[in-house]
């Protein structure tokens, strides 16, 4: 049993010594370029909106009653373009400040990270 325990210890020690090796491999990955992380780089493509999709484009759908619905939707995005479009322009911009900080946090983390592991080598 004392040699099981004294195996257990010394796996612990190695799966902590490779998860701080990991931890600071991450820091300095994303010191240099902290929109390598995957959650940053998704927020950089789906920042912005496009309130303009397009309607029974490029073909309309088949059927009388699924074109006339498509009309409707056109003529009526048409005519509340003047209220949407400012909402979309404020979302877009409140998207673009938040990604901004986002990655200035990325960059301050990553920062702290690379000096704390750099910390614990010495």
Do not use: C
């Not at 300095?28 to 995957?38: C, L, N, S």
């Amino acid at each position: 049993m004392d040699n099981l325990s004294q195996n257990i210890q010394q796996a612990a020690e190695a799966i902590e010594q490779t998860r701080q090796q990991v931890i600071a491999r991450q820091a300095t990955f994303f010191a240099t370029d902290p929109g390598k992380r995957p959650s940053i780089h998704k927020m950089e493509q789906t920042a912005w909106i496009n309130s303009h999709q397009p309607i029974a484009w490029p073909s309309w759908p088949p059927g009388l009653v699924p074109k006339i619905k498509a009309a409707a939707q056109k003529v009526m995005r048409r005519t509340l373009q003047w209220y949407i479009d400012p909402i979309v322009q404020q979302q877009n911009q409140f998207n673009q400040a938040t990604l901004q900080a986002i990655t200035v946090l990325a960059q301050e983390v990553a920062a702290l990270q690379t000096q704390q592991s750099e910390q614990k080598a010495d």
